[in-house]
């Protein structure tokens, strides 16, 4: 079970790239918001960090399983 607790995180940044770079069209990016942010920045960070959460619940149902 460690190789599957070492690839949550990789799968948890590939949700988190995909979903951030998947409404973008065209070749340019946006440009970014006043604030010097990416536009959708904070919604890319939500699904990051919900990634996250689902990866140390994932962890912590293995370890109280014994896998």
Known sequence: MRA???AL???ALLVALTAGCAHHD????????ASGTPSGYAEMQRK???AE?????????AARDGN
């Open 4 to 6: 599957r607790r070492a």
């Open 9 to 11: 995180p990789v799968v």
């Open 26 to 33: 065209g070749a340019s990016p946006k440009t970014p918001s």
């Open 48 to 50: 990051a960090d919900a």
């Open 53 to 61: 959460s689902a990866a140390a619940a994932a962890d912590r149902d």
